[in-house]
């Protein structure tokens, strides 16, 4: 295809290391001929991708703006603050640090800010849409600090269960009261939260990572408008931005220093000057009044596929959506796996995740769930019409699964769809 505008020439590449170039041509082409729905992926514009290649990867610069270990920083303090000055003015706060090399470090340096080993973080249950670094008993983390879990009170309406979050507060002693999520379908009650982390004294952190879009375009609500302490964040999901971490404070000076040291030295050495200056022409783009527009449009197209869902008696977890993603219990409903779902989309050009579901009776590598969402197809410049298509097709897909003209129809309209909505590289 060559109308894609993320066709990249690497014309240096393609004479010095065949193999890969090769490889970065394969990627080019799956995403401009198939539509993306995993709700944590985005498609960033080619100012982000030339900063990501630019010679700032080439420098070291450990400590921060005005006070680093190595010489010659004239441009990299600039870059840093420029990131840092845009964060705070996008998420209405007085401290940012920009340096975590993604989500998972930055909640880890988020947890020894805040806590000492041994102290309690009430988090997200990650069956109930939760995330990895929130508890789960894989990551070394829960070898440090005790997690303990809420989740929802009805799974088909999503409410979560504060009356059980404040019983559960008032025993454990949280010094850490952890909103946020990565499989989870409505917005939080942030008032509710704070209220509780008040009443017990924990510290309130958001981990905002999959609706950072969403909030910086005004279209969900700011923790910090509500009184949250910190907010942790990725950069490349609705932001869309580079790959990507950071830690935002909204007013206390002391936790912003503490923030600092855990990153610096206590977790990383030298920042990804490449990455923390592609951060911040991300910011720039979102700063923009066409980025409004975009996040309204990403909850827009996630009604119109839940509509089409709903209609054809598929269930929803939560029972649907307010934000940019769906969990549909494709088992329950269809029959179909997740693992087998997300095979057959992938090779319909569809591309989700199989995702497990709360009180999954399936495993993770095979679990009863897919998520999708529509950031990705909404910077493709989707509405709600070609939303609801995809929608129908995703359904018609796994009612089909073993006939291929079905799936040889299905796989051709996605590609007319990708043709006629070229990936963009501007958002200006
Ligand atoms: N892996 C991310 C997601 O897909 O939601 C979260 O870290």
Redesign the pocket.
């Known amino acids: 295809m060559d109308d894609t505008t993320i066709n990249m020439e690497h014309s240096r590449l393609k004479t010095e290391d065949a193999a890969i170039y090769k490889a970065i041509k394969g990627e080019e082409k799956r995403q401009a001929e198939g539509l993306e729905l995993?709700?944590?992926e985005n498609y960033v514009s080619r100012a982000v991708l030339e900063t990501l290649g630019s010679v700032l990867t080439n420098k070291y610069s450990e400590g921060y703006p005005g006070k680093r270990y190595y010489g010659g920083q004239e441009f990299t303090d600039d870059v840093e603050n420029l990131a840092r000055d845009r964060a705070r003015k996008l998420f209405n706060c007085k401290y940012a640090n920009v340096q975590p090399l993604s989500?998972?470090p930055a909640n880890v340096a988020m947890f020894f800010a805040l806590m000492k080993p041994g102290d309690t973080v009430l988090g997200m249950d990650l069956s109930h849409g939760g995330?990895?670094t929130h508890g789960s008993p894989a990551t070394v983390m829960t070898k440090v600090f005790n997690f303990v879990r809420y989740g929802m009170k009805d799974l088909e309406t999503g409410e979560i269960d504060y009356d059980a979050l404040l019983k559960t507060a008032k025993k454990e002693k949280p010094k850490i009261i952890l909103a946020g999520y990565?499989?989870y379908s409505r917005e939080l009650d942030y008032e509710k939260f704070v209220e509780i982390g008040r009443e017990v004294g924990a510290y309130t952190v958001a981990d905002m990572?999959?609706v950072a879009g969403l909030i910086a375009g005004g279209s969900h609500k700011n923790p910090f408008d509500y009184g949250f302490d910190v907010i942790t964040t990725?950069t490349h999901k609705t932001l869309r931005g580079p790959r990507g971490g950071m830690i935002l404070v909204r007013n206390s000076e002391d936790l912003a220093k503490a923030v600092n040291k855990a990153v610096f030295p206590g977790l990383q050495g030298g920042p990804h000057m490449s990455q923390i200056a592609a951060k911040a022409v991300c910011f720039k783009e979102a700063l923009s009044p066409s980025f409004k527009k975009y996040t309204k449009q990403i909850l827009k197209n996630a009604k119109a596929m839940e509509k089409v869902f709903h209609a054809r008696n598929i269930r929803m977890l939560a029972g649907g959506t307010s934000n940019h993603l769906i969990l549909a219990d494709v088992f329950g409903s269809l029959n179909v796996g997740g693992k087998d779902a997300q095979t057959v989309l992938d090779k319909v050009g569809i591309t989700l995740?199989m995702n497990m579901i709360a009180n999954d009776p399936r495993k993770p590598m095979d679990p009863s769930g897919i998520r999708f969402g529509t950031p990705a197809i909404t910077t493709r410049g989707f509405g709600e019409k070609e939303c609801a298509r995809v929608a129908e097709l995703i359904i018609d897909t796994l009612e089909n699964m073993d006939d291929a003209n079905t799936k040889k129809k299905i796989r051709y309209e996605i590609f007319e769809l990708s043709k006629n909505f070229p990936i963009p590289d501007s958002f200006v």
């Open positions: 995993i709700p944590s989500g998972a995330h990895l990565s499989a990572a999959h990725t995740n």
